[in-house]
């Protein structure tokens, strides 16, 4: 009896992992840049009621916050590394059962959206990010952005944010 | 004492050494570094600093009184401090892995890594501590502490205090820039 409890739990144990593990490598690898928010912090954020936020963006994303448990970013502007985050976001997206929701292409900017759907049509529970700018002539990976995103989130206000950051990266 | 008692008393001995586990804190961590070489150290008088205003609402000057202190140490990184650097790094990181410290979040970009912790629970923050390294600067934590700090009401109050600069002493912090 204890033999089958132990196994079913040791089988259990990796899909209770987050799918933020994923990504955790690249935190300590050279080239990367990353931002963590936590559940507490979104908390405490959320508490801010009158707080004004000057640019649109900001305020895009004060709107989403209130329900995340975690944001997480991840950043490179080299080559290989670009290409192990594309690598991890597929393995991610697999393992995830995670479902493509969009997919932008505006000039050499390529972004995929995939959520994880939810019993409501209107709401994700994780949301993953995955935008790479590639050369031209020889399409290949030159930067790429992970933002990985988990809570109650409205998908609505996910595409407008998309708009906003593909104009931004445009203005580069 | 009949045997029970013994076992009880023992049980209580191994309960409290266990208890006490002797776990360095931040506190403990940011005294020694005033004392330590190559560190820099300040420490701010709250009080002093965040003057309510005369027609400042009773909440704003029970906001204000929240917030106790705030301190900071650093440690500069030198040609030849390296080994020096990455264990005042490697102990801060122990200090954080204590249960208490909640994690609010981390941002690395261009080899500055920075992560910000806090005590207490959300709507009553004790306090709020910021630690930050890049190996080109340094390494230094920095904490505010309060009592039941409540973000909201302190974003409120920074609306309605007078800040009298006056009372930083400057002087300690000319060494960092």
């Known amino acids: 009896m204890k033999k089958i409890i132990l196994f079913i739990t040791v089988t259990l144990l990796p899909l209770l992992s987050s799918a933020q593990s994923f990504f955790d490598q690249l935190e300590d690898m050279n080239n990367v840049d990353m931002v963590v928010i936590t559940k507490d912090a979104f908390e405490i954020l959320s508490k801010f009621e009158n707080v004004q936020i ?15 448990n975690e944001f997480k970013m991840f950043s490179t502007d080299d080559a290989t590394v670009a290409n192990t985050m594309d690598v991890m976001s597929k393995k991610a997206i697999k393992k995830q059962n995670l479902t493509e929701l969009m997919r932008v292409k505006d000039d050499d900017s390529r972004i995929k959206i995939y959520v994880k ?11 993953l990010m995955f935008i ?5 002539n020889s399409m290949k990976n030159k930067e790429a952005v ?16 998309t708009d906003t950051l593909v104009k931004e990266s445009n203005k580069k | 004492m009949n045997k029970r008692s013994t076992i009880i008393s023992l049980l209580l001995l191994v309960f409290l050494g266990t ?10 961590y940011l005294v020694e570094s005033s004392e330590k070489e190559g560190y820099m150290y300040g420490d701010l008088p709250v009080g002093l600093i965040l003057n309510p205003k005369e027609d400042a609402s009773e909440e704003v000057k029970a906001t204000a009184k929240s917030i106790q202190k705030i301190n900071a140490a650093f440690f ?10 990455q264990a005042e790094i490697a102990t801060l990181k122990t200090i954080f892995t204590q249960k208490k ?14 992560k910000f912790y806090y005590t207490g629970d959300a ?8 630690f930050g390294h890049s190996d080109k600067i340094g390494v230094g934590v920095a904490r505010i502490l309060g009592k039941n700090m409540n973000p909201a009401s302190i974003m409120e109050m920074f609306g309605n205090i007078d800040i009298n600069m006056n009372a930083i002493d400057l002087n300690q912090f000319k060494t960092i820039f």
């Open chain 2, 19 to 28: 208890a006490c586990k002797h776990e360095k804190s931040l506190q403990a």
């Open chain 2, 123 to 130: 709507a009553q923050i004790d306090e709020v501590i910021t």
């Open chain 1, 117 to 127: 759907a939810t019993k409501n049509k209107d709401f994700v529970s994780e949301v």
């Open chain 2, 76 to 85: 500069k990184k030198t040609k030849n401090n390296e080994v020096a650097y």
């Open chain 1, 54 to 68: 000057e640019n649109n963006q900001g305020m895009q994303i004060f709107n989403i916050i209130r329900d995340l």
């Open chain 2, 101 to 114: 410290y909640k994690t609010l979040g981390s941002v690395k970009t261009k080899g500055m890594h920075m």
């Open chain 1, 146 to 161: 992970i933002v990985s995103l988990t809570g109650n989130i409205d998908i609505n206000k996910i595409s407008e944010l």
């Open chain 1, 132 to 136: 790479r700018d590639i050369d031209k």
